[in-house]
């Protein structure tokens, strides 16, 4: 575990990533929501809509955004509860993907929810989504099972992989 946390750390910096981009994680504000929306719009299918990103911003939930050259490059959202943390969205905008921007994320949520005391992290993915699955399981996620009818897809629901992995409490 000991040695997780330390390659976690060397990929949170960015640094001996290939060509990582300019940017900087911070938190999302109400302000972003056009950019994050148009994002998400270009990059699902099934999008969320913008009520639901302005309800997670109210509630405090962890919402975090990539800023890249000062615009929207992408954005993670997390939900800790009873020392579990959800990953409920990370998206990186098509151009500025493959630069080290999805995993900085992940590792940035992963650390926030160790901060708030999470034992336990999980989330579910489509299962033709191997970009996706490719960096959870690199971040020590693994399958734990699915969830049957779970997205909503045209013409009717689509099933999802359930990831989750344990986290170590931070000292
Ligand atoms: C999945 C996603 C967030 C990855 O973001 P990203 O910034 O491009 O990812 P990174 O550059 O940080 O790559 C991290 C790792 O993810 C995997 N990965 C990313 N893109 C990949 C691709 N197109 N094919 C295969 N693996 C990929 C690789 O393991 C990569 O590590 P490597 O470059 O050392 O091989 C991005 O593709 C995305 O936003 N997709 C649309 C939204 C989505 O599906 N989100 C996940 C919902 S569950």
Redesign the pocket.
Known sequence: MAAHSTKEQRQGTGAG??DAMAMRLRAMTEGDLPQVIRIERQ??PQPWPGWLFRRLLREGRFCQVAEVDGAVG?YGVMVVSRQRAHVM?????GA??????????LVHLLTQARREDARFAW????PE????I??YR?SGFRKTGMRRHYYPARGGRENAILMARILVPRR
């Open positions: 990533h290939r990059c699902y992408g969205n990370i998206c990186v905008a500025c993907r493959k630069h080290g921007i999805g995993r900085r994320m989330l579910e993915v489509r989504n191997h970009a996706a490719k960096l690199a």
